[in-house]
């Protein structure tokens, strides 16, 4: 028993560690296999065409090409992870309706399978297309209105989703407010800019199996759309992923999956793909833009009595993941606060732009961009301080949420806040309520310090009623001892350390050290579906399912059953879909909630922003590796610190201009902050295994509203649209006529 | 994907030549590569047959002092100008904007002459050694003289050396005497992938009351399409007491002088052109400052 409690809480070195600092971990672009083709990519070259003809002569009489596809090659020529929207290959003659037409630059038209990579980029370029161009339109709401192009049948005035939230009485709760605040939030691109570009290797494994090589976030997943597409049963199909370098949910639709496999089927050859910066950058998902009009109310004691928002998101070409994306903005973009009346309509609608999805916080931070800025403009309006007014509004065990049901049990967001900003040193807990430290000023007036803070909340796991479980096996082997555990969990790795905290927990509810534990991991041959590792619902799921597996399978151990062999799937309880008119829904079955509070420097000639020192603190529940929960405390800030300032991914009628890290600007150790101070909290989640919360994610969602009420607190200045670059900062300031010459 | 098939080390200027002359077009001079690389990577430039390395070659990476002159290979380091005790005290807008570039990995092979060669209209190290109106000693098509080297530049990203056929060999520019100095500053994340929105360099001489601008040598970039002296800001500057009055005076000079253009991804001319006058705020006092104390310590150098 002593050994359990000694492993949960305990910072073990991650499994991955030495081989990943040494190089000697394989990732998919590092592994070459005996007679391997090479295969490169023609992406489209319009933003919205009709592909009239595609003569691939002169590519296939290139010395060396072995192939060439195109839609007519593809079997069931669609994909996407919430519908099937998207080609294969887009082009004539493969029967899918509207396949022919390119949407957007992401979209691939022919593949090219050569004896060497030199060969296949040099004939990609030799086949030639004919195009009949469509009229673009590139603003969403130029494409909500009559008479705009149509991309797809499904979708009038390109209106993929729209969301409703009805609850309480909104007209009349206007009455009771005596303040009202407005404001239009605007967010922009992201790219996931993982260190590992996208790649993989198709080939038939020993049992006939048609196999992909590859990193992704859930292999199962990729093993249904590479069937679905390729007309296989699912059964021959394998999926296997060695490391995986970086996902943030960039990886969680297909990229190289599906055509590495219809290649390897076709020509029974192994055949692989590395894509370049430029090819990750064009080749897969954004997060989404939105642009967020809010209106709230709250009375002059400080209460919350009205929140109106419309929110608009541009999904692209396709809809990859935008409809549950947007089901989340839906919910966070009136908070984590009880506010009796709430009228919310969010639309996601299609563009000719490079298609968006799944990204770190999964419309979270667009939400909580508009939702924490509306609360600190409230409480500037109110003459009240920002943590005290949260305090005051915060949803509690029992209050009712938006959607009409209470948070899970185990609310802890007064908590949060409360450690937080007693932890962060901004502010202090007085007689009259919380009040703001005061900041010191830098000598050179040009440089102007503030302080600001947000909050927020996030679910854990699958929401609005999609099927939520994880399955797990558990195989004790032994005489008399425990001489070695086996565990069976797909659950990907993605780099945030998953893999180590499964053995931690295995470890711990069989008793052994970890040295006795072995994990096999992501591969559809050996392992049962997991779901995805997003929604930061890896800890929790695979954490339950590992738990109930491994208690079973001491159960039969105890019973001298050798090896002891266990599977369980785990099965949260259910959660229900928006109601179409209202919104009323149980949406979740956990969450995670967190608190930041920001110290910014702004230089107000040149309008740089500077991030001096963050404190993110969280309820994680348990934690179950403390390392590895400030690691990703850390990662995530300062991800979202370049979302919040920097990261500008610039396009023009559909293209991307900025397709590489030399021109689109992520954080580099210049812009880490001198402190990221992670306070973690541990307030049991009675439904996770051994209370942990799931965290990921949490991070990265109140950091750009802390930093923009940082940079108000600094120059006095609103500033509601990000990337703050300091281009934007300079043209605010002045338009306030602060820094004019 | 290949990026060269051959790759050489000459150890002699001659050498190098005779390799560039065998490949005949086909190879290029490669002085640290942190831009070439990218340029073929990104598929800019076809991958070329040979790269010719001249960062082996002695000759290239000479660094001395000759008198009141410095003379410094075109293959010298960023890390090593930098970390130069005399250009820091002497030339000391070199080593700022030498420091700003890239990140350390890039400063320890990007070299200035690779630099120069890449003839960019706001290259760090360039805008610097326009301020210092240095002389660059080039073998043109196998003639070997001494540029001025504002005369190098013909376009962006063009210079007069054919990188198949000729090379840079090194500068040379006069150190700061007494009431003499310099400063670069530039607007931009304190890091350095990037390109730089703007930069600006500037070379002062006190008159010997140390009160008055006596001379004056400023270069921002990017405002045209090469490297360019800002000569109207610095008449505008000659004679005029030290203090806001020049500054401001230096602003206005360079409002109806210069014309900074809109790059797409970078910032507008509506940015660049405010930015001028924050860098001159910056860097005129600074400089005048240095020249009234004869001393200098570089600022914002990210070698720490």
């Known amino acids: ?741 | 994907m290949t990026l060269w098939n051959y790759y050489h080390t000459p150890a002699s200027v001659d050498e190098a030549l005779e390799l560039l002359r065998s490949y005949a077009g086909k190879a290029r001079v490669i002085a640290g590569g942190t831009d070439l690389l990218l340029d073929i990577r990104q598929g800019h430039l076809p991958p070329p047959e040979a790269l010719i390395d001249i960062t082996r070659i002695g000759e290239l990476c000479d660094l001395h002092q000759d008198g009141d002159w410095l003379v410094l290979g075109a293959g010298v380091t960023h890390t090593r100008i930098v970390s130069t005790d005399l250009i820091a005290a002497r030339a000391t807008c070199l080593v700022e904007s030498c420091g700003v570039v890239g990140g350390p990995q890039v400063r320890n092979v990007g070299t200035l002459g690779g630099n120069v060669a890449h003839a960019l209209p706001a290259g760090d190290g360039t805008t610097s050694l326009v301020a210092l109106d240095a002389e660059a000693e080039v073998i043109l098509d196998g003639e070997r003289r001494w540029y001025p080297i504002r005369e190098l530049f013909v376009g962006p990203g063009m210079s007069l050396l054919d990188p198949t056929r000729d090379l840079l060999i090194r500068f040379r520019f006069k150190l700061s005497g007494p009431y003499e100095a310099t400063a670069f500053k530039r607007i931009m994340r304190p890091q350095g992938v990037a390109l730089p929105i703007l930069g600006c360099a500037a070379w002062v001489r006190l008159d010997e009351s140390g009160e008055y601008y006596a001379d004056v040598r400023l270069c921002i970039g990017p405002v045209d399409r090469v490297p360019v002296r800002a000569e109207a800001v610095e008449a505008a500057l000659c004679g005029q007491p030290v203090g806001s009055d020049a500054v401001e005076r230096a602003i206005q000079a360079a409002h109806e002088g210069l014309h900074p253009r809109t790059s797409r991804y970078r910032a507008t001319a509506e940015y660049r052109d405010e930015m001028i006058d924050v860098l001159l705020r910056r860097v005129l006092p600074l400089a005048a400052e240095r020249a009234q104390t004869g001393q200098a310590v570089p600022e914002g150098v990210g070698i720490e």
Not at chain 1, 276 to 291: A, N, Y
Not at chain 1, 354 to 367: D, M, N
Not at chain 1, 522 to 548: C, E, L, P, V
Not at chain 1, 641 to 649: C, N, P, R, S, T
């Open chain 1, 1 to 741: 028993m002593e050994q359990k409690n000694l492993l949960i809480g305990q910072s073990v070195r991650r499994m991955d560690a030495v081989g990943k600092v040494t190089g000697e971990t394989p990732y998919p672009g590092d592994i070459d296999l005996p007679d391997q083709l090479w295969m490169k990519v023609r992406f489209s070259d319009r933003v919205h065409a009709r592909v009239t003809a595609i003569d691939a002569s002169r590519a296939e009489a290139y010395p060396g090409v072995v192939a060439v596809f195109t839609a007519k090659d593809v079997p069931v020529n669609e994909y996407g992870l919430s519908m099937p929207d998207q080609p294969v290959l887009c082009g004539p003659g493969s029967g899918k309706e509207g396949a022919d037409i390119v949407r957007c630059v992401s979209d691939q038209v022919a593949l090219v399978v050569a004896e060497t990579e030199e060969i296949a980029a040099a004939a990609v370029k030799l086949i030639d297309i004919t195009y009949e161009d469509l009229p673009i339109v590139s603003d969403i709401f130029e494409a909500m209105a009559d008479g705009a192009p149509q991309l797809h049948a499904h979708a009038p005035n390109n209106i993929l989703i729209h969301y409703k939230l009805r609850h309480g009485d909104i007209d009349s709760a206007w009455d009771q407010a005596d303040v009202i605040v407005e404001g239009e939030y605007r967010t922009g691109y992201q790219e996931h800019a993982y260190l590992q570009p996208e790649a993989g290797l198709g080939y038939i494994d020993d049992e006939g199996r048609v196999t992909v090589l590859v990193a992704g976030q859930w292999v199962h997943e990729d093993r249904e759309q590479v069937a679905h597409a390729l007309g296989l049963p699912e059964e021959q199909v394998r999926i296997i992923y060695p490391a995986i370098g970086g996902a943030f949910g960039g990886r969680e639709d297909m990229s190289v999956q599906i055509t590495l496999a219809l290649a390897a089927m076709k020509l029974r050859r192994p055949i692989k793909i590395i894509w370049s910066r430029e090819e990750s950058m064009i080749g897969h998902h954004k997060r989404h833009p939105m642009v967020i009009r809010a209106r709230w109310g709250a009375t002059r004691e400080g209460r919350v009595v009205a929140a109106e928002a419309t929110a608009y998101a541009d999904a692209g070409g396709y809809a990859y993941t935008t409809t549950k994306v947007l089901g989340n903005a839906h919910l966070m973009v009136s908070g984590p606060y009880e506010i009796p009346n709430v009228r919310v309509d969010t639309y996601g609608v299609y563009t000719n732009n490079i298609p968006t999805g799944a990204f770190r916080g999964f419309g979270g931070p667009q939400g909580a961009f508009a939702a924490e800025g509306q609360m600190n403009k409230l409480a500037e309006a109110l003459n009240m301080d920002p943590v005290e007014l949260r305090a005051l509004n915060v949803l509690r065990e029992g209050s009712l949420m938006s959607v009409g049901s209470p948070l899970p049990p185990g609310v802890t967001l007064d908590k949060v806040l409360a450690e937080g900003a007693a932890q962060s040193g901004y502010w202090q807990s007085t007689e009259d309520g919380w009040k703001r430290l005061p900041v010191e000023q830098p000598a050179n007036p040009a440089r102007r310090r503030g302080v600001g803070m947000a909050m927020g909340f996030k679910n854990v796991g699958f929401s609005f009623g999609a099927p939520e479980q994880n399955w797990a096996t558990v195989e004790i082997h032994g005489g008399a001892e425990i001489e070695r555990v086996v565990v069976h969990e797909a659950g990907a790795d993605v780099g945030q350390g998953a893999h180590t905290v499964f053995v931690q927990m295995v470890a711990a509810a069989t008793g052994v050290p970890i040295e006795k534990v072995e994990l096999i991991g992501h591969d559809t041959a050996y392992t049962g579906n997991s779901g995805s590792t997003s929604a930061s619902r890896m800890t929790f799921m695979a954490g339950n399912a590992i738990k109930g597996a491994a208690e079973l399978a001491m159960e039969k151990w105890q019973h001298e059953e050798r090896p002891a062999i266990a599977t369980y799937q785990y099965r949260p309880p259910r959660t229900t879909a928006y109601d179409p008119e209202t919104g009323q829904a149980d949406p979740n079955f956990a969450y995670g909630y967190m608190a930041q509070f920001v110290e910014v420097e702004v230089d107000l000639e040149t309008g740089q922003v500077e991030v001096v020192r963050v404190v993110s603190a969280h309820d994680v529940g348990r934690a179950i590796n403390p390392t590895q929960i400030e690691g990703q405390v850390e990662g995530g800030v300062i991800q979202a610190l370049g979302y919040a300032i920097m990261e500008d991914l610039i396009t023009q009628d559909g293209r991307v201009l900025n397709p590489y890290l030399s021109t689109y600007l992520i954080p580099t150790i210049w812009d880490v902050p001198r402190e990221v101070k992670s306070v973690i909290l541990e307030y049991a989640d009675p439904r996770g295994p051994w209370g942990a919360r799931g965290m990921a994610e949490m991070p990265f969602i109140p950091l750009a509203p802390a930093i923009t009420a940082a940079v108000c607190d600094a120059t006095g200045v609103w500033i509601d649209r990000i990337p703050l670059t300091p281009e934007r900062v300079v043209l605010s300031l002045r338009e306030q006529g602060i820094g004019a010459i």
